[in-house]
């Protein structure tokens, strides 16, 4: 059922964002063409083009995020609600394939907007130059951490996505609160969210207080070499990802209970 | 016989007002039910609390001796007095949509009926006017092989000649496992069809009768004892 879900979710997103992928990378090639172009008297097309190439770019991140929030409130809490709520899946399946479609759109539209600085950018002795320090420098990576890189980049990659879950998440469980309501819905869901950053950040400060008295990482903070502050690094992501998360499933089960057991459609 | 529908003392309040107080009632399976009410009566309430789209406030509600749910979901069929379908999406696409997720959708009877009404599958809804988007929602609706049917006002926004089909349709499909129930005030177009009829006014039940007793009891017609019952 999630899967059948999900690819509704991929049918109704994708007819929105691709065409503004496709429009970004169009625009990155024109903006290519132009400034290959020598024309030195007049530079008006480079900078429509390049004005209008931002314009697309800032766009595309905007309506990610806008789409992100406009199909969990659209979809589910608003007229189309009846028809989704009414089919005979479980509430949270809702909930995980429209979280799992805006990560997903999120990570790409990041991928399409590099992909569209590298066109614009490409040239291939900085290309090749580029490539050669990053070889370098993943050596030097694995040379220094050795056995423990790939845990370092599994920990970095977790960080990356529990953060992003947890800001969609925690935006999802303001709409939820917010429906909760009678009145002033979107009001009240803009309210639920500033209440919740608030506690998450009270929680995650009491939090780094209470682990920075831990007796653990206490001798590691006198290192000055970065073998030194090694641990330190692995338990500040740690730190991070094992409290994002707690956050993040929160969240979930706050926004799932909502939407099972407290739903009440206008 | 079997229980389709139980509520007892089913209450739903929006703040302060009470939409639905108190309703206990009990209806039997394979029945044709008319939930009669003028406007604001709590008809759509009532509709949307057995399909779990608003939760009660107190009280309870069992379809088929089980509270709303996955497992009821997958028995009702239900037709909301709104567009619940996104506009960009062609009728065919959402044909495929009902069959992935309902396991009594008959796609066949789907398409033999746009046939008959003359809608084109490929057709976008955000096209269509508003009468055919009833249309092609009671379709869909109908063309499940469900145990309930829940029809709220499933002929208030279109014309005579589709509303005699659609009734038509209705009492079709229907087989003596199955119950329907249809919240409508054009009572005389569906009185005929009707076995049973709750009354309610101002959320409150005001009577729950067979249509047989109606016309025994009171000499009456349905449409008019519902005048009587909700003279101004």
């Given amino acids: 059922m999630l899967k059948k879900l999900l690819k509704y979710e991929v049918q109704a997103t994708s007819r929105i964002i691709l065409p503004l992928y496709a429009a970004l990378i169009s625009l990155a090639i024109v903006n290519r063409v132009i400034s290959s172009i020598p024309i030195l008297t007049w530079h008006a097309p480079q900078i429509i083009s390049m004005i209008i190439y931002n314009m697309i770019l800032i766009g595309m991140f905007i309506m990610t995020f806008v ?37 997903m759109w999120m990570v790409t539209s990041g991928i399409v907007a590099l992909i569209s600085i590298f066109i614009i950018a490409f040239d291939i002795i900085i290309t090749k130059e580029f490539l050669h320090a990053s070889v ?81 990482p206490r001798h590691l903070s006198i290192a000055n070499d970065l073998h030194g502050v090694e641990p330190i690094i692995h338990y500040v992501l740690w730190f991070v990802i094992i409290f994002s998360g707690i956050l993040t499933s929160g969240y979930f089960i706050l926004t799932n209970y909502i939407l099972s057991k407290r739903l009440n459609l206008e | 016989m079997s229980i389709i529908l139980e509520c007892n ?41 057995l399909n779990g789209l608003l939760t009660p406030t107190s009280g309870e509600i069992r379809v088929s001796g089980i509270q709303p749910g996955i497992e009821t979901k997958k028995i009702i069929s239900y037709l909301p007095e709104k567009t619940y379908l996104n506009d960009w999406m062609r009728v ?19 398409y033999d009926m746009l046939k008959r009404l ?115």
Avoid at chain 1, 77 to 90: A, R
Avoid at chain 1, 208 to 215: D, F, G, H, Q
Avoid at chain 2, 190 to 211: A, M, P, Y
């Fill in chain 2, 92 to 110: 065919h696409q959402i044909i495929e949509l009902f069959c992935d997720f309902y396991e009594d959708f008959k796609p066949e009877k789907a």
């Fill in chain 1, 67 to 103: 789409m992100m929030i406009q199909r969990f409130y659209k979809n589910l809490l608003s007229d189309e609600g009846y028809l989704m709520f009414t089919l005979p899946i479980k509430s949270w399946m809702h909930i995980a394939s429209k979280l799992l479609i805006s990560m």
């Fill in chain 1, 136 to 216: 370098v420098f993943i050596g030097d990576f694995f040379r220094y951490f050795g056995p423990l890189s790939g845990l370092f980049i599994f920990e970095i990659l977790l960080v990356g996505v529990v953060g992003l879950a947890s800001m969609v998440l925690m935006i999802y469980a303001s709409i939820a609160i917010g429906h909760l309501f009678n009145r002033h819905k979107i009001l009240a869901s803009v309210g639920s969210y500033i209440v919740l950053t608030t506690i998450s950040q009270i929680l995650f400060i009491i939090m780094a207080v209470i682990s920075s008295y831990l007796p653990t």
């Fill in chain 2, 9 to 49: 003392s089913l209450t739903k309040a929006f703040g302060k007002k009470r939409a639905l107080s108190d309703i206990s009632l009990n209806i039997e399976k394979g029945k044709i039910i008319g939930l009669l009410g003028p406007n604001g009566s709590g008809k759509t309430t009532f509709i949307k609390l």
């Fill in chain 2, 118 to 232: 003359n809608i084109n599958s490929n057709d976008r809804l955000k096209t269509m006017s508003k009468g055919t988007k009833e249309k092609v929602q009671l379709i869909l609706v109908m063309s499940r092989e469900a145990e309930l049917y829940l029809l709220d006002e499933p002929i208030g926004g279109v014309d005579p000649a589709a509303r005699d089909y659609i009734l038509e349709t209705i009492i079709n499909n229907y087989s003596a496992n199955s119950s329907i129930i249809i919240s409508t005030h054009l009572i005389s177009d569906i009185e005929k069809v009707l076995d049973h009829v709750i009354f309610i006014k101002d959320g409150q039940l005001v009577l729950t009768s067979s249509v047989d007793e109606i016309r025994e009891e009171n000499g009456k017609s349905v449409d008019g004892l519902f005048k009587e019952v909700f003279k101004c």
